[in-house]
């Protein structure tokens, strides 16, 4: 009875957990396309001063970082905006264009920006799963969370058992021949 109510806490914190994926990765969403448009006011601004000083923004990077070791700096901050902006660009419309249980799929590879993980999940609120994905998630999660304390409570069973019937010096199953 124990063991049973036990698999199904399990299960019901599993169907808790993962009911929360469809709404986290909306937030994660949100959040990246914030991101992106900043990053992308960035890269339209080196963009223009390039083109003010005549030339592609490549050149112009190589340009900035033969100036001096400030001006080196500031080129490789640059070429990091520029790099992650389009790393970013990518995640973003690959996750767009996925559904709720693609990007489910998809999310080790398309959440890759650590920082803007961590700042959704800092004002991240659980809700309930109001909608079908949430619930498939809720039950995925369910079936997840009992099976995996189901299998660990009864490998810990057979181990005690075994033990047990090993450190009592006879067998699990007494002979009942004898009487």
Known sequence: MILRL???VGGLTGAVG???FPE???QYM???GGAVDELQRQVTRYEENAAEAGMPLDAYLVALAEEGEMAQTQAGNMASDIARHQRLSSALET???AGPFMRARLAFDMMP???VAARALEVYKPAVPATFEGAVFAG???LGGWAVLALGLAILRRSWRMMWGTLGGRSQRPNRTET
């Open 113 to 115: 920006d650590s920082e």
């Open 30 to 32: 949100q959040r990246l």
């Open 95 to 97: 996750l767009e264009g």
């Open 140 to 142: 995925v999660g369910f």
């Open 6 to 8: 036990l698999t199904l």
């Open 18 to 20: 993962l009911s929360q």
């Open 24 to 26: 986290f990765s909306q």
